[in-house]
C-alpha cells in the first residue's frame, strides 16, 4: 500500500482536471556504472550473471554488456566454484552449479581492475498455494491475488513476479515480509497496470529472498516509485561500486487463466 | 542586567499618572490590536496590545488624548490627569476609508517607528477582494504573497520562510500552536477568515515571548465576536460553505463567536463515469468558537478552541482522516494601570488516522501529538518610551508515532513524552525622538522523557549498536538554549527608517516527510540523544521609507542565516516505516541569505502591493554528496509577487495577483540502467536539478449586491490560473510508452483554469 500514491489519487480527483504531459529535461550526463544482476535459484541451472553499464538518460534503452570479465560463483557451503563462460555479450553462464537451499552462494568478478564480491543465502523453499484475480480496488484494472502460507517464525522474506501471457512483466516491485504477519495465509493483491483479459495466461512466481536482497528490492520499490524523501540509487548487496544485485533464491512459479 | 538598564529611569520618575484602557470597535465591540493612544503635547503615544489594552505614563496636566486607528474616525479626548485613569473608547468605522481597501491594519507609519523587523501583519478585511482558489478566501495563501515567504507550491501544505523547512514556521492560533495548517491536502488552510482577525508574521527576529521554531512565527488571532448585538454571515460557495454567528452573551460584558465551514468536493464526484472515483469520499468541516466575558473592570477571561477534520476515502476499502484540535483558556488581568498581565492554559492536539480494510486486512493506525501549555505573560508599562515584557511559558509534549488495532496489529510504536519550557524577558526601549530597540533574551530548555519508547546508540553507518530504557517520566536529557533576541531602530527622518536585528531560535520538534510532497501523515519528532535541538542565528538590515503620507510604503531587507543540527535524509530513507527514524537522518549545517523588496500602496482606490526575494538556501551534511555544500529542496532563486485591488465602482472591485518563482532544487536521474528486464534512473547528486519556474495570474471580482436594511451580500467571482499555465506538481521519468528504446519526463500538473463563484452574506 503506498500511501503517496494514494495522495497523489485523490489530489488528482480533487481537482477533476490534472495534466499529464511530456516535458524536455536538460539531464546532465553521468559515467558509465557497472551494472551486475545476478541470480541463482533452486531450480536447474544454468544460472546467469548479466553484466552491463549504464548510459545516458537521453541514449536508447541499449546497455552495453561488459565482455571478457572474470566471473566465479563459490558454493561456499559444498567449497565448489563454478567458472562462468560468457555466453554472448555480458552474459555469463554456470556449468555444474546446482542451488539449494541453505547454501551460501559467493560471486566474484573482475573486470578491467575492476573487483566486485557478494554473497547471498538461498532461504528455504514456500510453496504458492493458489492463485486468483480480482477487480482492482482503485481504477479499473485486474489485480492478481496470490495465496501463501508463511512458515512459523519470524524472517521469510519474499520477492513476488507476476507475468501475463507469458510476456508482460509486471513493473511494480511485489516484496512482502513476515514481520506483521508471521505464520499467517497471506493473500495481499498484486496492483499492477497490465490489461489483463479473461482467457490470459496468468503466472506468478514467488521467491523466498535473503534480508539483503530484500532490502535491496525495498530500496528498488523506492527508486522506481520516484516519490521518496530522498530519491538515490537501491543499496546494492554488491561490494567494489556497481549497480544491481545478487540473488540466490528459491522459485515456485504457478499459472492460471484469467477469469 | 535589564533591571540595572532601567532602573535610573525609574528613579527619575517626577509625579507620574497613568491612563489605561481598551479600544474597541464600536459597533462590533471587537477589541482593536495595534492601534495608537497619543498625547500630542507631551509627542508620546502607544500601541494597543493583542488585546485592545494600552497603557501611558505622564506627568499631571491637562492634555489631547488622540486615538487613532486604520479605516476608523479619530476620537479626540480632553483629560486633566490628576490620577490614574481608565479610558476605554470605541472608534467608529468610516470616514473616507469606507468605500476603499486598506491592507494594513498597524498604525500608518509604523513600518517606520517600530522597532520590530522582518514583520508582516494582515488585517483579515484587507484580503477579501483578493482572488481566491475554490471559492474560499484564505491567508496562508496571501501571506505566500509577502516577501520572503514562499508557497511549497500547488497540493502542498507547507510554505518556507528565508529558506527554512516547512516544520521551522511555528503557527499559532490563540496561541494554540497548530501542527498541520492546511485541509484538503494543501489546497485551503486551517484558517476560516470569518473567524480570524488578524495575522502577523514574524521572519526569524520574532520578540522573546515566542519560540520553538527556526524559520518563523505566524501569530493568528481570532474574533472575539460581536458584543453589541447578534449578527450573522455567510458564504455558499461550488465546494464549500461556511456561517458564522456572534453576538453578546452580556452586553458590552461578553460575547461569543461560532463559525463553521463544510465541503463538499465529493458532491461532485458522484457524476463520475468511473464507479471507484463515485465511491470515493472527500470533505473537510472545521468549527471556530470564542466566548470571552469581562468579569470586572481588571479581568477579562477568554475561551477558544479549533476543531477541524478531513476525511478521504476509498470505497470503504481505504480511509485516512485527519485534523487538528486546539483549545485555549485565557485570563487577562489588571494588577494596576501599568501592569498587564495574562495568563493562558492551551492544548494543541493534531492526529490522523488509517483505516485499511482488503486483502483480509482490517487494520488501523492512529498517529497523534499532543501538547499541554501553560504560559505567563506579564506586560509592565514603565514609561511611554519603555515596557518591558517578562513570562514563562512550559510544554508538555506527547507524541503517538503509531498506535495499531485491528486484525493486523505490530505491537505499537511507544510515545516519546517531553517537556520545553522558557522563560524570557524583553524590553521596547526608545531611549530618543529617533532610536529604539527591542532587547530581549530566551531562555529555553527541553527535557527528553524516559517511558516505553527506545534511546538508540548507533555507529557511524546509523546501525543500532545497543538500546536503552529509562523509568516513566525520568528526565534522560535536557538541552538548554540561551536565544538572545536584540533589534534596532534608526530613524532618519519622519518617512525614513533603518532598522538591524539578529536573533538566536531553537527548534526542538522535526517533521519528517516521506515523501518530496508533503502529506498529512508526515511524522513529527522529538529531539532526543541522536536528533539534536536545532538553531539558527540571523542577522538582518533594512531600510524602510513612506511616502505621501504613508500612501506608499518600499523596504528592502536583507537576511543572513546561519543553522546548527539541520536534518536531511539518508539515501533511501524510509521514515514511515517501523525503522527507527534514528537510522534514517544525517545531520549538518545550514546557511540561507537573501535581499527581500517591497513596494505596497496602502490606501485608495487602488491598493496592492509588488514583492520580491532573492535568496539562496544551502546545506552542508556529511553523508550527502561527497560531504560538499547542496541547496536545500526549498532554495528558491527568485521569488515575485504582484498583488493589486482596484475599486471600480461602488458596486464592483477587481483584483489580480500573479506569482513567479523558481523551481524547488530536485533531484533528477543522470543515467539509466536495467534490472530484471527494467529500466531503472541512475542518480548522482541530491537536489543537482531544478523544476521548472512556477507562474500563474489569477483574477478576481466582487459585485456587491443591494442591501437591504441590515442585510449585506456579495457575489466573489475568480479565476485562478487564468493563463492555465501547466505548473508542475511532480515531474517523474519513465519508458517511453511509444517507443520502448527511448524514456522520458512526464509533468503531472494538478489543475489548470480553476473558476470559482461564491456567494456571501451578512446581517
Known amino acids: ?205 514467488l521467491q523466498c529472498i535473503d534480508e539483503n536482497v530484500f532490502q535491496y528490492y525495498t530500496d528498488l520499490s523506492a527508486t522506481i516509485q520516484q516519490n521518496s524523501a530522498a530519491p538515490s540509487n537501491p543499496q546494492s548487496n554488491i561490494t567494489g561500486g556497481a549497480l544491481g544485485y545478487f540473488s540466490a533464491h528459491t522459485s515456485y512459479r504457478k499459472s492460471i487463466i484469467a477469469q | 542586567m535589564i533591571s540595572l538598564f532601567y532602573s535610573p529611569i525609574i528613579c527619575l520618575g517626577q509625579v507620574k499618572h497613568t491612563i489605561s484602557g481598551i479600544i474597541k470597535d464600536k459597533k462590533t465591540g471587537e477589541t482593536l490590536i495595534g492601534a495608537t493612544v497619543r498625547i500630542d503635547e507631551k509627542k508620546i503615544g502607544t500601541a494597543t496590545n493583542e488585546y485592545g489594552f494600552y497603557s501611558l505614563s505622564v506627568d499631571s496636566g491637562s492634555y489631547t488624548l488622540g486615538i487613532n486607528y486604520i479605516g476608523y474616525v479619530e476620537e479626540l479626548r480632553t483629560i486633566s490627569l490628576l490620577k490614574d485613569l481608565t479610558i476605554n473608547v470605541s472608534l467608529v468605522a468610516g470616514g473616507k476609508q469606507l468605500t476603499e481597501v486598506t491592507i494594513s491594519s498597524k498604525k500608518k507609519d509604523d513600518n517606520i517607528t517600530n522597532s520590530q523587523m522582518g514583520m508582516n501583519t494582515l488585517d483579515i478585511k484587507a484580503i477579501n477582494a483578493l482572488p481566491v482558489l475554490f471559492g474560499e478566501k484564505d491567508v496562508l495563501k496571501i501571506v505566500q504573497m509577502l516577501p520572503g515567504v514562499k508557497s511549497a507550491g500547488d497540493g502542498n501544505s507547507g510554505f518556507f520562510v528565508r529558506g527554512g523547512g516547512a516544520d521551522q514556521n511555528l503557527i499559532l492560533l490563540d496561541e494554540a500552536v497548530v501542527y498541520n495548517p492546511s485541509h484538503l491536502l494543501g489546497f485551503f488552510s486551517v484558517f476560516n477568515s470569518d473567524a480570524i482577525k488578524n495575522l502577523t508574521l514574524y521572519k526569524g527576529n520574532e520578540p522573546a515571548q515566542f519560540g520553538g521554531r527556526l524559520s518563523s512565527v505566524m501569530d493568528i488571532k481570532m474574533n472575539d465576536g460581536n458584543d453589541q448585538s447578534y449578527h450573522a454571515s455567510g458564504g455558499i460557495g461550488l465546494i464549500s460553505s461556511r456561517l458564522n454567528l456572534e453576538g453578546p452573551i452580556v452586553k458590552d460584558k461578553g460575547s461569543f463567536l461560532i463559525s463553521a465551514r463544510r465541503t463538499y468536493a465529493d458532491a461532485f464526484l458522484a457524476l463520475s463515469n468511473d464507479p471507484s472515483t463515485r465511491k470515493t469520499q472527500l470533505y473537510f468541516y472545521d468549527l471556530n468558537a470564542k466566548f470571552n466575558y469581562k468579569i470586572s473592570d481588571k479581568d477579562r477571561i477568554y475561551l477558544s478552541g479549533y476543531y477541524g477534520k478531513d476525511v478521504l476515502g476509498l470505497g470503504g476499502k481505504f480511509g485516512i482522516n485527519w485534523g487538528n484540535a486546539t483549545g485555549t483558556f485565557r485570563w487577562n488581568h489588571l494588577f494596576n494601570p501599568k501592569l498587564f498581565s495574562n495568563t493562558s492554559l492551551i492544548y494543541s492536539n493534531y492526529h490522523y488516522n488509517i483505516d485499511i480494510n482488503s486483502g483480509g486486512i482490517d487494520a488501523s493506525v492512529l498517529s497523534v501529538i499532543r501538547d499541554w501549555n501553560f504560559k505567563e505573560e506579564l506586560k509592565y508599562y514603565i514609561s511611554p518610551t519603555n515596557a518591558l515584557s517578562f513570562g514563562f511559558n512550559s510544554v508538555y509534549h506527547i507524541i503517538t508515532p503509531g498506535q495499531f488495532s485491528g486484525n493486523v496489529a505490530p505491537p505499537d510504536v511507544a510515545k516519546v513524552n517531553s517537556w520545553e519550557n522558557a522563560i524570557y524577558a524583553s524590553d521596547s526601549w526608545k531611549p530618543t525622538d529617533k532610536l529604539s530597540f527591542d532587547i530581549g533574551i530566551r531562555l529555553s530548555s527541553f527535557s527528553v522523557l524516559g517511558g516505553a519508547n527506545n534511546y538508540y546508540n548507533l555507529d557511524e553507518n546509523h546501525n543500532i549498536i545497543d538500546t536503552n530504557h529509562y523509568a516513566n517520566g525520568k528526565i534522560v536529557e535536557t538541552f538548554i538554549n540561551p536565544e538572545p533576541r536584540l533589534s534596532g531602530n534608526y530613524q532618519l527622518n519622519k518617512s525614513s527608517s533603518i532598522k538591524a536585528a539578529y536573533g538566536r531560535n531553537a527548534q526542538y520538534l522535526h517533521l519528517l516527510s516521506n515523501s518530496t510532497t508533503s502529506n498529512p501523515t508526515d511524522k513529527w519528532v522529538s529531539t532526543n540523544n541522536i536528533i539534536k535541538p536545532e538553531l539558527a542565528d540571523q542577522f538582518s538590515l533594512g531600510y524602510f521609507r513612506n511616502f505621501k503620507d504613508n500612501t506608499y510604503e518600499v523596504s528592502a531587507e536583507s537576511y543572513y542565516k546561519t543553522m546548527q543540527n539541520e536534518v536531511d535524509y539518508k539515501d533511501n530513507a524510509q521514515v514511515l516505516s517501523n525503522t527507527p527514524v534514528e537510522t534514517q537522518l544525517l545531520f549538518g549545517q545550514g546557511r540561507a541569505y537573501g535581499l527581500e523588496l517591497l513596494a505596497r500602496k496602502n490606501e485608495g482606490r487602488f491598493t496592492g502591493w509588488v514583492s520580491y526575494t532573492l535568496s539562496k538556501t544551502q546545506l552542508q551534511i556529511n553523508g550527502i554528496n561527497n560531504n560538499n555544500w547542496y541547496n536545500a529542496r526549498q532554495d528558491r532563486t527568485h521569488d515575485l509577487s504582484v498583488v493589486g485591488m482596484y475599486k471600480l465602482s461602488k458596486k464592483w472591485t477587481v483584483s489580480a495577483d500573479f506569482v513567479y518563482y523558481t523551481g524547488n532544487a530536485v533531484t533528477y536521474p543522470s543515467g539509466k540502467y536495467q534490472v530484471d528486464n527494467q529500466v531503472v534512473f541512475y542518480y548522482t547528486e541530491r537536489n543537482a536539478y531544478r523544476e521548472p519556474a512556477y507562474h500563474r495570474l489569477d483574477l478576481g471580482a466582487t459585485l456587491k449586491l443591494k442591501d437591504h436594511k441590515r442585510f449585506t451580500s456579495e457575489v466573489s467571482f475568480s479565476l485562478y490560473n487564468a493563463y492555465g499555465h501547466e505548473n508542475p506538481y511532480s515531474i517523474t521519468f519513465q519508458e517511453d510508452p511509444n517507443d520502448a528504446n527511448k524514456t522520458q519526463a512526464v509533468q503531472t500538473a494538478l489543475f489548470k483554469w480553476v473558476p470559482s463563484i461564491s456567494y456571501n452574506f451578512k446581517f
Open chain 1, 1 to 205: 500500500m503506498n500511501i503517496n500514491k494514494i495522495f497523489l489519487y485523490l489530489l488528482v480527483i480533487t481537482t477533476f482536471s490534472s495534466c499529464q504531459k511530456v516535458i524536455k529535461i536538460n539531464l546532465n550526463g553521468s559515467s558509465p556504472k557497472f551494472v551486475i544482476i545476478g541470480n541463482v535459484t533452486d531450480e536447474p541451472g544454468p544460472y546467469t550473471i548479466k553484466i552491463t553499464k549504464s548510459v545516458n538518460f537521453d541514449q536508447d534503452n541499449v546497455f552495453p554488456g561488459v565482455d571478457n570479465a572474470v566471473v566465479y560463483i563459490t558454493d561456499q557451503t559444498l567449497n565448489i566454484t563454478d567458472t562462468l563462460s560468457e555466453i554472448s555479450s555480458g552474459n555469463y553462464q554456470t556449468h555444474f552449479l546446482s542451488g539449494v537451499s541453505g547454501h551460501t552462494y559467493h560471486l566474484y568478478i573482475t573486470s578491467d581492475n575492476n573487483v566486485f564480491t557478494s554473497s547471498s543465502i538461498m532461504p528455504t523453499r514456500v510453496p504458492l498455494d493458489s492463485i486468483y484475480t480480482q477487480k482492482s480496488l482503485f481504477g479499473s484494472g485486474t489485480d492478481v491475488v496470490p495465496i501463501y502460507k508463511d512458515p512459523v517464525g519470524v524472517g521469510n522474506q519474499y520477492h513476488i513476479i507476476l507475468k501475463i501471457k507469458d510476456s508482460i512483466s509486471s513493473v511494480a516491485v511485489y516484496i512482502h515480509d513476515d514481520a506483521l504477519q508471521d505464520g499467517n495465509l497471506v493473500s495481499e493483491a498484486l496492483m499492477n497496470s497490465i490489461d489483463i483479459h479473461s482467457g490470459d495466461s496468468v503466472m506468478v512466481e
